[in-house]
Each structure stands twice: as structure tokens, then as C-alpha cells.
């Protein structure tokens, strides 16, 4: 994999950073809004611009007075001296993210004008001793670049003049920024050829689920707190196993719907959790095995499995369980989730990193059976056996059916099509029987299988299995 290198933004509360990163990678990765120290985590995203992959950081909101004091602890090499906290937490964040940065994209606002903690901030990033970009927001028209002139005063060389809104400069501050990396023309990144697994983590609030993605990617991402609703923004981390490529998406804990206030931070990192679940490939649904399981963890499974994903449930906190009887617990989980009886089911604990290891190697086995295409003429076999056993009923009123073919029509995930004769019908109770039995038969692990019903006028002689009566 083409190592790419990392660019932090830095700037005061709301000078326009998360809208800055949304922009650069041309998606909606960050959440927006007027409210002060919305961005908590690092966000992380991808850029690719003339040939060359460029990481880009999108540090969390604090103060200006913590981000100054912050940065220049980093540069002496002093301790912290705020408190365990959440702002510790970002901080913290913040300081992980100038570590490994090779250039510091500097964000101001051109409509507040160059302003004392803009001075301050930029004395303190001359100290860190890296490339620093300055970009001034805000700028809507080619007749506004004149406010950009005031900035010189920082003396961090040419202000590039950028709307974060609408794009405008947004390719001129790439260029800028390609060059100060200084590329070597025998190195330039390639575009990663490599397939990514798109891995979701969901479960409600305090189940672990930032823990666990802690533990499986090494390293301290995700902002582990006690406090409800710590995480709002869906975090991508992409690491490499054996081969692979899984980009690991914390997503945040989500409440039930009628809880959360219209217009709110929460029911916008909602409404991008639901949309990070459709959007993966393989889900990891986190559950407290300490807790008893209730109706939102039985929504949070079913909109899983409304998204086609596949599916692992990862049961937590396995350490603070003093009877360790698995058959019990196993009975619990499928009498709870009788719907997925399919799903893989692994004990873990986040904490002590007990038996996280085995996760990436379902994962990866999860994904490669999404990935399953099975011939033509092995479904022909399959169904006629099936149906020698199990004969489909049709519901009252409608013909019986004539099961023409079955034909696998798309993969990840996989979805088959059952052809009958128009007018007549198949249970349903027959369709989720031969879900199953295709899962089973052709190995489609952890997957979830669809089957659509096709009625047509006519069929070729060759292509009808069997009339069933």
C-alpha cells in the first residue's frame, strides 16, 4: 500500500474546518454546524490530487486558548496540565494528529478579519518546525480575495483564499500544498488498487464500541469516555491484514429516535450512522453481555439487516461475566435475535483485548463469501433437490407456482433471482427457507441472502426445472 502523507488543519472554533475537509474530500465525512467544538474526534480522509494520495486530519474543536497552550506543550516536550477530560480527550487527539502531520494547513476567517488569537496560534506553529499552509475561508467571490491581504501579517508566506462552501480555490490550495510535501518524481503515490473491506462498528451508547476499535487497530483513535454520546461523527481508520485492506468506521451510539431532538448534533450523527450501516460491507454489532438486550438493540439489528450488511455480533465486557456458560448465553442471544441465527457470534473484551484477535480473520471470511458467485448450473441442481423436499405453497387465490430458474443476479451482497409463472405465487415462508439454504449450501458466511421473485409471460423450454403442484 503507497504510503500517503498526513496534513492537519488547524484553526479557531468555526473558522470552517470540518466544512474545509467535507470539501477536500469531495464527501460529507465531517459534521457541520454552527455550535462550538462540534468535531470531537480526529476525522480522517483521503485526497488524491495529481496522482498523489494525501491524508487529511480534521482536528477536534477546542478553545484557542487550549489549542495554543496544546501545541506549544508539543513543541517544549512539557505535560499537559488540564484535567481528565473530554477537552483532555481532544487535546490529546489533537497533539496525536501534529505528531505524525508532515504540514499543518493553517484555517482563518476572512469575515472576522485577522484577530489577536490568529497571531498568537501562528507564533505557536512556527515553534513545531513544520511546512505550514495558510488558507483564508470565507472568501465567495474572486472580488473578496482582497481581505485576504491583512494575513501577510502572519508571515507564514502567500494566504491561499478559499471558499469551503462552494469550492471556490479549493484546487489552488491543493497545488500549494502538493508542493510543499515536495514529491519525488520516482515516489509519487499511486491510486490503492486494493479492495477495502468497509467495516461498521454500531451498538448503543457505552456498549464498548470505541474500546473495541481502539484495540483492533493499536492505537488510541476514538475518544473512550463514560459520558453518552462521546463519538458523533463516523471515524475511518484503514489498516492492512494479511493482504487486506479494512477501513474500521466507529460509528456513534445511537438512541431511540423519539429521544433525540430534531435539528440536534445527535440526530445528525444518526442519520450518518445509518447511512455508514448501508454502506459497509461487513457490520460489527456491539453488545453490553452484561446488560439485558431491548428494543433498540433489536432496531439497531434490523436496520443492519435492512442494509444487506453482513454481519458479526461482538458480545462485550465478557471479562465482568463471573459464570462463563456459553450454551446459556447463546440460547439468550438467538432467542433475542431469532433473525440472526445466521450471524457469527464472538465473546470478547475490549478492555483486556481477549479474543479481539479472532475478529479480523471473520471479517475477512465474512467478506470473501459476500463476494461468492455460483454458477447456473449448480442452482439448477440445487433447486431441484430443494424443492423434491419442500414443495412451495402459493397463497390463497393465486396459481401455484412454476419455478422456472434460480440465477444469482449480483454480488456483495449476494441476491438471487426466482423466476415463476405470472399470477402466481410463494409464500414467504418458503422464500426465507431457501434464503437460508442457499447461505448454507454455497457457504455465503455471516451473509445476508436475497432472494426476488421474477414473474414472466413466457420461458424458454430448456430453462423450466419443475411445476410444482
Known sequence: MAKSDTVVIIGRINVGKSTLFNRLCERHRAIVSNIPGTTRDRNFGSVIWRGKTITLIDSGGV???????????????????????????????????????????FLVDSKSGLVAADKELALVLKKLKKPVVLAVNKVDSQKQTEKIHEFYKLGLGDPVAVSAASGLGTGDLLDVI?????????????????????????GKPNVGKSSLINKLSHQERSIVSAIAQTTREPQDIVIKYKDNSITLID????????????????????????????????????LDITQSFDNLDKHLADLAIQSQT????????????????????????????????????????????SNTKKIYDIIVQAHNARNIRVNNNALDKFVKKLIKKHRPHAYRGTKAPFIHTLRQV??????FELAINKGSSIKDNFIKFLESQIREKFEFFASPIKVKIDQRK????????????
Not at 512539557?78 to 502531520?101: G, R, V
Open 63 to 105: 478553545d484557542i486558548d487550549t489549542l495554543k497552550n496544546s501545541i506549544g506543550q508539543l513543541a517544549s516536550s512539557k505535560k499537559n496540565k488540564y484535567k481528565d477530560s473530554i477537552e483532555q480527550e481532544i487535546i490529546k487527539q489533537t497533539k496525536q494528529a501534529l505528531k505524525t502531520a508532515k504540514l499543518v494547513l
Open 458 to 469: 413466457t420461458y424458454e423450454p430448456d430453462n423450466r426445472i419443475r411445476k410444482s403442484r
Open 251 to 286: 460509528t456513534a451510539g445511537l438512541r431511540k429516535m423519539s429521544k433525540i431532538k430534531p435539528k440536534s448534533i445527535e440526530k445528525i450523527a444518526t442519520q450518518k450512522t445509518l447511512s455508514v450501516i448501508k454502506a459497509s460491507d461487513v457490520c460489527l454489532f456491539v
Open 410 to 415: 449480483d454480488i456483495n451482497p449476494p441476491i
Open 178 to 202: 502538493y508542493k510543499k510535501l515536495k514529491p519525488k518524481k520516482d515516489k509519487v503515490n499511486e491510486i490503492e488498487s486494493l479492495e477495502t473491506i468497509k467495516l461498521a462498528i454500531i
Open 310 to 353: 453482513s454481519m458479526l455480533v461482538v458480545l462485550n465486557k465478557w471479562d465482568l461475566v463471573k459464570t462463563k456458560d456459553l450454551k446459556k448465553y447463546m440460547f439468550y442471544i438467538d432467542r433475542s435475535f431469532p433473525f440472526l441465527t445466521w450471524a457469527p457470534k464472538i465473546f470478547v473484551s475490549a478492555k483486556t483485548g
